[in-house]
């Protein structure tokens, strides 16, 4: 799942971290074929444990199909070649963000394998930029926000090529749990939204 850190020495806890990560992936299944949505997701889909009231109004009942999105770590780790500014990195995750959920979109139309998935959750530090994407942040925080963004700010430590003293590591917040709707979703990312944003821009 990790690449090397090149000549950056890992840290003490980057062993125990990689096998923690392998096992959850291992455990829901997000290193299946079927689980990759484009380069740069994957998605596991569950009922859902409880009945629970979405951002934007939505209900969802207990057991209804929800998928649970995660960086596909291995894919992403790549980007950061030699040579590539973290200008260029950054433009080019999003470039495969923005196709991962365009692709997520196509499998939740009609007759699609995720067309009976309700909605989509995400938790990250990087709320603010999925805010911008159409997600919309859960009102009731996580149990232990402060303990999951560690986790995270770690294992991106981990997959970065400068490790533990790469640039920027401490400007994340807690993490937090934002939710897209399959009909937003399609709204924002679906084919009828790719014809529209080309129609605009002829």
Do not use: K
């Not at 959850?24 to 997701?41: E, I, M, S, T, W």
């Not at 994957?42 to 629970?52: D, K, M, T």
């Not at 401490?170 to 990312?189: K, P, Q, V």
Request: positive net charge.
């Amino acid at each position: 799942m990790t690449v090397g850190l090149g000549r950056h020495a890992r840290p003490p806890w980057h062993g125990a971290l990689v096998v923690y990560d392998r096992a959850y992936r291992l455990l829901h299944g997000l290193d299946r074929p079927r689980a990759q949505v484009g380069p740069a997701l994957c998605v596991g889909v569950h009922p859902s444990r409880r009945a629970r009231t979405l951002p934007d109004g939505t209900r969802l009942e207990r057991g209804a199909p929800v998928g649970e999105l995660h960086l596909a770590n291995a894919r992403l780790a790549a980007l950061h070649v030699a040579g590539r500014s973290p200008l260029g990195v950054g433009l080019e995750f999003r470039r495969r963000l923005l196709s991962s959920l365009a692709e997520l979109a196509r499998r939740c139309a009609l007759a699609g394998p995720l067309e009976d998935v309700r909605a989509f959750c995400a938790v990250t530090v990087f709320h603010r930029g999925l805010a911008r994407l159409g997600f919309a942040p859960e009102r009731d925080g996580l149990a232990w926000p402060g303990l999951v963004a560690a986790y995270q700010r770690a294992l991106l430590a981990s997959l970065h090529p400068a490790g533990g003293r790469r640039p920027g590591r401490s400007t994340y917040g807690r993490a937090r749990r934002l939710w897209i709707t399959r009909e937003a979703l399609l709204a924002r990312y679906g084919q009828g939204a790719h014809r529209r944003r080309g129609a605009l821009g002829r």
